[in-house]
């Protein structure tokens, strides 16, 4: 028997204190990007849907941002996790390289991805590609004027 209905999960990518103001990498449109995704996740947490955080985590011994341990890698006060939400630990852009993701979407059965990010360029595109190539549907935020895009 078919289901009726898909799940839907939302990812936020890299929303860390490292790309706001003193941060090691300040990020010119971190605030536009953190108000939207303040938005979607209020909106996501209404309706009791799935919400993943991923965070960057550094592991080269030369890193100058994202250093486990520090303020800077933790994940910006205005998207903080709640207890039943899932954060998963990245330490490549790709959001799927040698993390659980997959396998938690998977298991989850989450078919429909809603993404928004810090980075475009760096960890939005490697992950929506991937989302893309595995069989997710997904709508990303991609720009200033807050539009969702379906790819």
């Given at each position: 028997?078919?289901r009726?209905y898909?799940?839907?999960?939302?990812?936020?990518?890299d929303?860390?204190?490292?790309?706001?103001?003193?941060?090691k990498?300040?990020?010119?449109?971190?605030y536009?990007?953190?108000?939207?995704?303040?938005k979607?996740?209020?909106?996501?947490?209404?309706?009791?849907?799935?919400?993943?955080?991923?965070?960057?985590?550094?592991?080269?011994?030369?890193?100058?941002?994202f250093?486990s341990?520090?303020?800077?890698a933790?994940?910006?006060?205005?998207?903080?996790?709640k207890?039943?939400e899932?954060?998963?630990?990245?330490?490549t852009p790709?959001g799927?390289?040698?993390?659980?993701?997959?396998?938690?979407?998977?298991?989850n059965?989450?078919e429909?991805?809603?993404i928004?990010?810090?980075?475009?360029?760096?960890?939005?595109?490697?992950?929506?590609?991937?989302?893309?190539?595995l069989?997710?549907?997904v709508?990303?935020?991609?720009?200033?004027?807050a539009?969702?895009?379906v790819?």
């Open positions: 028997m078919k009726k898909t799940k839907s999960a939302l990812l936020l990518i929303i860390q204190n490292d790309y706001f103001y003193k941060g990498m300040e990020f010119k449109g971190s536009e990007v953190v108000a939207r995704a303040k979607i996740l209020d909106s996501f947490r209404k309706k009791r849907k799935t919400v993943i955080h991923i965070q960057h985590i550094a592991v080269k011994k030369n890193a100058t941002h250093i341990g520090t303020y800077g933790e994940i910006y006060e205005e998207v903080t996790p207890e039943n899932t954060i998963i630990v990245k330490n790709n799927f390289i040698d993390t659980g993701l997959f396998e938690y979407l998977k298991n059965q989450i429909n991805l809603t928004v990010g810090m980075l475009d360029n760096m960890s939005n595109d490697p992950t929506v590609r991937t989302a893309k190539d069989g997710f549907n709508q990303l935020w991609e720009d200033q004027k539009n969702l895009s790819v």
